[in-house]
């Protein structure tokens, strides 16, 4: 079955550690993205990617870095520069040439900073 | 700053009746339209998308579009207990490939 995949659905970090989150995907959709959800914030996004070895910073990008080395694999590391780190990731992907902007998420990654 | 605007809520109304859910948007020349259901700790799922004026209706889901007025909104006919989840709002706005901007959702509670 074709979907996103995201890893670890739960992660606890200690403060001043880096933490990586996996997203992969096996639609052949050309972007991705990623984005953080806080209660009454809505989705705000952090990095997105339409092609490989290209991406963008969104709107909350620092903190956070990611890569696109391969068209499946957009994953995400938050580092110890990021201020609250605590939250629910999401990773999405949508077909680029279609450019109707409908997106597929995968089941979320909840971060825990203790 | 391209914007989406939705209350929030919690919007509360009893099973079997109409539910409204609202979403205005800044961007005049946005060009398509998606309304996501979000369960509690779970990821969004599409459920409605819409690119032209008027009317789309989808089971018991209808979406509707005003682009002189800018606002979107989803009605749900026959609620359900098991509608009771987050709406986001979502516009994918003109001017070649962009980003998605998400409204906060709207929260409904459907009341057995």
């Known amino acids: 079955d074709g979907g996103i995949t995201q890893s670890p659905k739960y992660l606890f970090r200690k403060e001043g550690q880096n933490v990586t989150l996996s997203c992969e995907q096996n639609l052949n959709h050309d972007a991705m993205y990623w984005y953080r959800q806080d209660p009454g914030q809505g989705l705000r996004l952090i990095y997105y990617s339409q092609i490989v070895n290209d991406f963008q910073k969104g709107d909350i990008a620092e903190g956070y870095s990611v890569s696109r080395e391969k068209k499946e694999s957009f994953p995400l590391t938050v580092t110890s520069a990021q201020k609250n780190p605590t939250a629910f990731y999401l990773c999405?992907?949508?077909?680029?040439?279609?450019?109707?902007?409908?997106?597929?998420f995968g089941e979320g990654s909840r971060l825990t900073v203790l | 700053q391209k914007e989406v605007e939705q209350n929030s809520g919690p919007l509360s109304v009893p099973e079997g009746a109409i539910a409204s859910l609202n979403c205005t948007y800044s961007?005049?020349?946005?060009?398509?339209f998606f309304w996501y259901r979000q369960y509690s700790g779970k990821s969004p799922e599409l459920i409605m998308f819409?690119?032209?004026?008027g009317d789309k209706e989808d089971g018991r889901f209808t979406a509707q579009l005003n682009k002189a007025s800018q606002y979107v909104s989803l009605l749900i006919r026959d609620s359900q207990p098991s509608d009771s989840a987050t709406y986001l709002c979502a516009v994918f706005p003109s001017g070649g490939y962009q980003k998605v901007t998400f409204g906060i959702g709207t929260k409904l509670q459907v009341i057995p």
């Open positions: 999405a992907s949508s077909m680029r040439h279609l450019n109707t902007g409908e997106l597929f």
């Open positions: 961007d005049r020349g946005s060009q398509s």
């Open positions: 819409i690119y032209s004026n």
